[in-house]
């Protein structure tokens, strides 16, 4: 652990970074979220977009699905494109094509030699792995085609998205868990500071209703463990909740356009919002292979991150967190939250949101839901409720935000995301200019 506030690995990097669009297909109180308005009313009102699930065999009752919305209509695609694409694809399309539209920008202004296009996700196109087998086992390889190649395969959903929009920029994939769009962010943040790209389109997807990812889900381990809720009422789904019984899986897409305002000029008449952002990602994966590593890593990440913005958690509005649903997770945040007032000697007020509860747990997804909601409440300066928190649970030394918005004059939160395989990335953001519109 640190000592004194002193920072015992690497310290955090910082950039300043502008947003100059975003876009979301997301679940929502009517089937789907699919503009920045909506995602702002959800984020806002503390509002539960969790559905009825059924798959034969499956006790999983609820998730975070996208309904009602038509690729064909929404996208302006064929149906013929839209039955063969995958389905992260198509989320994924979505996602960017709002974001770029929020930017002003055309696909054709992405081919300047400084912009690339990178994908974050868990699972990509694996939704798709049992239809290859029964194609397969049913009539051959002659059956099966391409489709694997069109829609399984990591660089199936960045082609689909590229191909679809004329999109001819470089792209990048990038695999991991729950913090895998942060992580995406901070290998771009790179990318800006080496000088290889000054503009980035980053999409995080995520279809994680597929057979073989719920029935890990739902499996409960012999310590007691199990990711997913089996009950079939979305308020159970409670993060920082006396009671907990696991989060709920999902589906949807985010897309953001970040630019290097050091390097690139705002575009004519963009109010593209500019922020600094501090970033610091550990890993460590502990006890155990498939979950978080252990809390001083993270903890570690938290205090690196506020000393490279010269702040203390008393200067800071509110930390947006990985907290699901999950005592395990649960518990491991409260340790987070421990170490860091013990390492900083501190003993004031920290409040904490979470919109798990909203959309469902789901890894390409998440990090940047947390990282355009916390955009959204600094920039109207409330921070949203924790969904379907009702009774904070007593082991958290911090004050989750419970049932209304909660007014905040901060100009910074952190972002903190944690998943299986033990890595963590946090985000320390400060609002610098701008605005965003919702």
Known sequence: MTQGGAVRFAPARSARVRLAGAGVVLPGPDGACADLKTFWEIVHGGLCCLSQYEYPGSPLRIAGLVSGWDPVRELEIGEKFASRAARASLLALGAVRAALADAGLTPEELDDGRTVLVSASLQFAFAQAGQYFDKLAAGGPANLGMDYWMTGTPPAVLGSVATTLGITCPTL??????????RALEVVLGMFRSGDADRAVIVGVDTAVDPVYVASAVYTSRQGYRASSLSADPASIRPHDELLDGNATG??????????????????????????????????????????????????????????????????????????????????????????????DYAGPLTVTNQEAAFGHVAGTGGLVRLL????????????????????????????????????????????????????TTVLVERLSGGIDA
């Open 251 to 344: 589906e949807g897409a985010v897309a953001v356009v970040l630019e290097n305002p050091e390097t690139r000029g705002a575009k004519d008449g963009s109010s593209g919002t500019e922020w600094r952002l501090h970033t610091r990602t550990s890993r460590s994966n502990g006890p155990s292979v498939v979950a978080t590593g252990p809390p001083d890593r993270v903890a570690d990440d938290i205090v690196a991150v506020l000393a490279a913005a010269d702040r203390t958690p008393g200067r800071i509005a509110f930390v947006d967190d990985y907290a699901d649903g999950n005592r395990f997770v649960e518990d491991h945040f409260c340790a987070v939250v421990a170490q860091v007032r013990e390492t900083l």
């Open 173 to 182: 994939n990038l695999a991991g868990s729950c913090n895998v769009p942060l």
């Open 373 to 424: 909601g916390t955009l959204m409440m600094l920039e109207h300066g409330t921070v949203g409720p924790v969904v379907n928190c009702r009774e904070p649970y007593s082991a958290l030394a911090a004050d989750p935000v419970v049932g209304a918005p909660r007014a905040t004059d901060g100009d910074a939160a952190l972002v903190v995301a944690a998943g299986a395989g033990g890595d963590a």
